[in-house]
Structures are given as C-alpha cells and as structure tokens.
C-alpha cells in the first residue's frame, strides 16, 4: 500500500469547490481532511501501488477545481500503523 498526504488548493468559486468535493467524497481511495479557509482541502490518498498513486495524484491535479496539488508526505512501506 502507498499513503500520501496531500493539500489541494481549490478555486476561488465556490460552485468549483463543491463540485470537487463531491467528487472526491465518492473515491474510496481518498480521505478528505477539514477545508482551511475554504480553499485547502488536506487529503489523505491510500492506493495499491505507487504507479496508482501517482495515476491518482495526476488526476487530482488536472481535476477542474483544482489549482495546486502540494506533496506532504509520501509512505511506501506499505506496513500497518
């Protein structure tokens, strides 16, 4: 398993932000945090290798809405917590 820890700096419209939480909310390989001031949304990706995480991270940058993606922290390991 690959854990990433990620900050997603959403846009200013509020009608895009909600667009992408709601389809955020339906991926089961993503865990949202709290939204900070509305456009940090802190997200926590779980995926079965690091090839799909890194599938899965282009695919939140490109996602209309989404202005930045910024890496916190990346675990390969792959070992239970």
């Not at 959403?10 to 900070?36: C, K, N, Y």
């Not at 940090?40 to 989404?66: C, H, K, M, N, Q």
Request: charge should be negative.
């Amino acid at each position: 398993m690959t854990f990433s820890s990620l900050v997603l700096t959403l846009e200013d419209s509020a009608e895009q932000r909600a667009g992408v939480l709601a389809l955020l909310e339906r991926d089961a390989r993503i865990t949202l945090g709290t939204p900070l001031e509305e456009r940090w949304l802190p997200v926590v990706t779980e995926t079965a290798t690091p090839e799909e995480g890194e599938s899965l991270a282009d695919f939140l940058r490109e996602l209309p809405g989404v202005r930045f993606l910024d890496v916190v922290m990346v675990d390969f390991s792959g070992g239970e917590c």
